[in-house]
């Protein structure tokens, strides 16, 4: 047959591609091949024999439809059998040649002893295209006529999805507002570069488009004396801004009003699609009011790259958006480091220092914040406060965060932690340090009111770093691993709608139960070896007594002084006391009132 050899075309590996074809083709050769050993199973017409009934000549017909013939050469010393074989297969006049050399038989029995393979002779190899037999460059041709035919299909959704990028540099423009200027009118898809240097801003830079990339990389740009606003707004249908290095400086000695260095502006339509921008190796400092601010509405924007913030006078950074982000960054000197206010923030891996309220603070907004491997440390107020409101609790995980030597405004004045109006805070792998010549916070968790279900796992609190101890409250705790004191809640544990623990354990191995709505009022503990106590009544089914070998009875510690209330009706009280003679006597008092001896000491 015509051997095909498949190549990949202009479509490249599609799933029948020409690896497979050239497998398939493989095995259809040696499909064929097979089938010629049978050579009785081809024939489809006359056939020839000699004298003895060998078959000597036949015409054959190949599964598929392609004419051949056949002819044998008959075996001189077993009559009626054939020796050796050929076998054709014809098309487009081309002919493969299938040969069975001489076999050799058995002298007696005349089985076959040696088969030799079958030969193929004539088979070529034909080269073919999968799956359109056009070449690179033609296609390439093609795709270039239509691309500059302004009028063709293809130019048309070209320049509607992919609009050429344009680059704006900002050297060329009287000043920044009038190059951003320039973005904006472009519809988006633009470049900004602002050159290294010093640059004065006389105004906000507005951004109102789309897909802009602003590289800033040595430029130091300053606001300019009296200006009272933002340096730099980004519009709600602005997205996927992304603004690379440089240096904001607001001046914020010489403002008034509100001033922020980068605003992200309140989406206010329904569903959007994500930001996917934000600001990476920036450094903003110097704000009168917020450094970068990220308002209700805006999703996926991240801060990144060593962004940082400092010398700013409310937040560093504000997140009031979703799914936001800052991480491998820094924020210092101002009255709040980051105010997460949105839904599924994220601080990852920043140092967060300076701040007089707190470094990171978690509002009732901020549910499924999320604030990991953080150097908190050196704030005068809290490292991180955690506070809803009053039937609007939230929730946070809080892991692997370093807190140093915060509470700088004085000794014991702030905790690392405070946590109020919350529920579901899990706080694990955190650390708290002792920094020498560095005063010492109040505790490493303290609470306010409306707090439940505080998961400490796996925390490595140094005592020695707080002044008041580890927990301001430790029945806020519902499951820990870390070193407490006896009276510390290790696990506790409410059925829902409860307000206080239904059952809890001490470190000191003490377990606690209560109705879920009081403090609990009952408990278990051991009292020494091998002996179990409670402090109030035990009820039994039924109370059996075990031992052996006098090991086996009750015993009464206490002669009661003092003759035990009436039992209720239907009930008995037994008890021992000691007579006028100083003998014991073993009593019980019925309903009715009356003691009753049983026994008295001889």
Not at 115 to 138: C, F, H, K, M
Not at 466 to 491: E, F, M, P, W
Request: hydrophobic share 35%; with cysteine; charged share 15%.
């Amino acid at each position: 047959m015509t051997k095909r050899n498949w190549a990949d075309g202009v479509l490249g590996n599609t799933p029948l591609n020409a690896k497979r074809l050239n497998q398939l083709e493989s095995d259809l050769s040696a499909a064929l091949a097979a089938l010629a050993r049978d050579p009785e199973s081809l024939f489809a017409g006359a056939v020839q024999y000699d004298a003895n009934g060998a078959p000597v000549s036949a015409v054959v017909k190949w599964p598929d439809g392609i004419d051949g013939t056949y002819a044998g050469t008959a075996s001189v010393s077993f009559p009626g059998s054939v020796s050796a074989y050929t076998i054709t297969r014809v098309l487009n006049g081309n002919t493969v040649t299938y040969t069975q050399p001489s076999i050799t038989r058995d002298g007696v029995t005349g089985n076959v002893t040696n088969r030799p393979e079958i030969v193929v002779t004539g088979e070529t190899v034909e080269e073919y295209l999968y799956p359109d037999p056009v070449a690179p460059s033609d296609l390439d041709a093609a795709l270039v006529g239509k691309i500059n035919d302004t009028g063709s299909d293809t130019r048309t959704t070209l320049d509607a999805t992919y609009a050429a990028i344009v680059e704006i540099d900002a050297r060329n423009y009287a000043d920044l507002p009038a190059a951003v200027a320039a973005v904006n009118a472009t519809g988006g898809r633009c470049i900004l570069r602002i050159p290294p240097g010093a640059h004065t801003l006389g105004a906000t830079l507005a951004f109102t488009v789309p897909n802009v990339r602003v590289e800033a990389s040595g430029a130091l740009i300053t606001l300019a004396n009296g200006v009272n606003a933002s340096m730099v707004t980004v519009s709600d249908v602005a997205t996927g801004f992304t603004w690379n290095g440089g240096l904001l400086d607001g001046n914020r000695t010489n403002q008034a009003g509100t001033s922020h260095g980068v605003h992200f502006l309140e989406y206010l339509g329904g569903l959007r699609p994500a930001d996917r921008g934000g600001l990476n190796g920036v450094t903003v400092q110097n704000l009168l009011t917020d450094g970068i601010r990220i308002e209700k509405g805006r999703v996926q924007i991240q801060l990144a790259d060593n962004t940082s913030v400092r010398n700013y006078t409310r937040y560093g950074v504000y997140m009031g958006g979703t799914d936001c982000r800052l991480q491998n960054g820094a924020v210092g000197i101002g009255q709040t480091g980051v105010m997460l206010d949105g839904f599924a923030n994220w601080v990852v891996n920043n140092g967060i220092y300076s701040a007089t309220d707190a470094a990171v603070r978690i509002s009732e907004k901020g549910r499924y914040s999320f604030v990991s491997i953080n150097s908190i440390d050196n704030n005068p107020g809290k490292g991180l406060a955690i506070e809803g409101v009053a039937a609007d609790t939230v929730d946070a995980t809080i892991t692997g965060n370093l807190f140093r030597a915060n509470s700088q405004a004085g000794e014991g004045l702030h905790p690392s932690i405070y946590i109020s109006q919350a529920r579901a805070i899990l706080l694990t792998g955190n650390k708290t340090v002792v920094q020498t010549d560095r005063v010492r916070t109040s505790y490493a968790v303290s609470y306010g009111s409306g707090v439940a279900d505080v998961y400490d796992i796996a925390n490595a609190w140094e005592p020695l770093a707080h002044v008041s101890g580890i927990h301001s409250d430790s029945s806020k705790i519902q499951t820990r691993s870390t070193a407490l004191s006896g009276n510390d809640i290790a696990y506790a544990q409410r059925v829902n709608g409860d307000t206080a623990n239904r059952v809890q354990i001490t470190a000191a191995g003490t377990i606690q139960f209560g109705p879920g709505n009081a403090a609990p009022d009952a408990s278990l503990y051991r009292e020494t070896t091998n002996l179990m106590g409670t402090g109030q009544q035990f009820f039994v089914q039924r109370l059996q007594v075990r031992g052996t070998a006098g090991a086996g009875y009750v015993e009464y510690v206490n002669a009661q002084t003092t003759t035990p209330s009436t039992p209720a009706a239907g009930a008995v009280r037994e008890f021992y006391r000691l007579n006028g003679s100083s003998k014991f006597e073993k009593c019980v008092r019925t309903p009715s009132g009356t003691v009753h001896v049983i026994w008295t000491e001889p």
